[in-house]
């Protein structure tokens, strides 16, 4: 009885949208085990592919066209952004280069290209409210789609 419940709580691991603490929990009928299932979570809008850099920024793919955006964590340092820069459609970036900044209260960032490739749209969506990078950063704050140049770069 134990086993299925362990084949059951291991079948239902879900993705997640980026590395998160583990969370370590004693389902019902695992009691004597000595160890614990580590259950990871997220919302059913950060179930597809998410890269992530070592500066914050995200990217997903879809039909050769990455959208890019700032990671959960990276908004909350942030906090309440009140502008943002953002490059012209048709801009040529390689990866890691600035392609503009975010301002909040507190602080201004500069964001980096994940990928190399070429701007195809900014989310215009912003001008008007960059508090969207706070409230939905992974769906309606992203920032900019862009072609990718390699694919393959960005796979590993």
Wanted: aromatic residues 8%; charged residues 20%.
């Amino acid at each position: 009885m134990a086993l299925e419940h362990l084949w059951a709580a291991v079948f239902n691991l879900r993705n997640v949208s980026e590395p998160a603490a583990p969370c370590l929990l004693q389902p019902s009928g695992l009691q004597g085990w000595g160890g614990a299932v580590r259950l990871l979570l997220t919302s059913p809008a950060v179930l597809s592919v998410r890269k992530f850099t070592d500066k914050h920024e995200w990217v997903t793919t879809e039909n050769g066209i990455g959208t890019v955006g700032i990671s959960n964590l990276a908004q909350e340092v942030l906090g309440d952004v009140v502008y943002c820069s953002l490059p012209e459609v048709g801009t040529k970036l390689n990866k890691q280069e600035e392609f503009g900044a975010l301002e909040s209260v507190k602080a201004a960032s500069e964001l980096y290209s994940p990928l190399s490739g070429e701007v195809t749209a900014i989310n215009e969506a912003l001008e008007e409210n960059p508090g969207l990078v706070n409230k939905s950063c992974y769906e309606d704050g992203w920032l900019i789609k862009m072609t990718l140049s390699n694919l393959q770069n960005w796979m590993n």
